[in-house]
């Protein structure tokens, strides 16, 4: 021991070197104005690029907060529904009964 640790201190693993990015998934129906959307996006760019490879699934690709993805440069892949999303004035689903196609 050194006189700046005691046997009380927890000892912390070094983190690995030259490890790959976390390969990350997240799923979003689409990106309109609301509480959940802003979340979505504060925590998705919130991670650490270095750490995580993060790509986007959507039902649409449409909304206010999609633009911060795109110039973030963040995959964005849409997997449309087997019928047209219908969509109310905030971008909010219109209708629950989705098949993905």
């Given at each position: 021991?050194t ?32 509480g959940?959307?802003?979340q ?15 790509r ?14 795109e ?13 047209p ?9 219109a ?5 993905i196609a």
């Amino acid at each position: 021991m050194t006189a700046s640790t005691s046997a009380a201190d927890p000892v912390i693993p070094a983190r690995p070197q030259a490890t790959a990015p976390i390969r990350l998934l997240k799923a979003v129906t689409l990106f309109g104005v609301g509480g959940s959307e802003r979340q979505f996006t504060d925590l998705a760019l919130g991670l650490d690029q270095s750490r995580f490879d993060l790509r986007i699934a959507c039902l649409k690709q449409w909304g206010f907060f999609l633009k911060n993805f795109e110039d973030r440069r963040i995959p964005v892949r849409e997997f449309r529904a087997a019928m047209p999303i219908a969509t109310n004035s905030s971008g909010a689903l219109a209708s629950s009964a989705l098949a993905i196609a």
